[in-house]
């Protein structure tokens, strides 16, 4: 059973940075994509960020020059750092892997930012 454990949310004010983890239960490198997708109370999950088996990464455009993810192979760890934080990315965060047609979610990290 694969299991994605976030961790690092949590109230943050304006202009602030935060990291955000997530430990995979297994080796990361099995599972096509791993990252991070957010969704705010009334709208749709959309992404926040994502990187491939092969080291390719995919950004929200709403997020570019924001965020950077980063994978640690030897952790099996997938993290995302967030800076200039806005009110509007307030939400519930969660860690996200693929492989072939299986989504895998975790339980999700509350980030909010407020001052």
């Known amino acids: 059973q694969v299991q994605l454990v976030e961790s690092g949310g949590g109230l943050v004010q304006p202009g602030e940075w935060l990291r955000l983890s997530c430990a995979v239960s297994?080796?990361?490198?099995?599972?096509?994509?791993v990252g991070w997708y957010r969704q705010a109370p009334g709208k749709l999950r959309e992404l926040v960020a994502t990187?491939?088996?092969?080291?390719?990464?995919d950004y929200a455009d709403s997020l570019k020059g924001r965020v950077t993810i980063f994978r640690d192979g030897l952790s099996n760890t997938v993290d995302v750092q967030m800076i200039s934080l806005r009110p509007e990315d307030t939400a519930v965060y969660y860690c996200?892997?693929?492989?072939?047609?299986?989504?895998?979610w975790g339980q999700g990290t509350q980030v909010t930012v407020s001052s």
């Open positions: 996200h892997a693929k492989r072939l047609s299986t989504n895998y």
């Open positions: 990187i491939n088996v092969g080291g390719v990464t």
């Open positions: 297994e080796n990361i490198f099995n599972f096509n994509v």
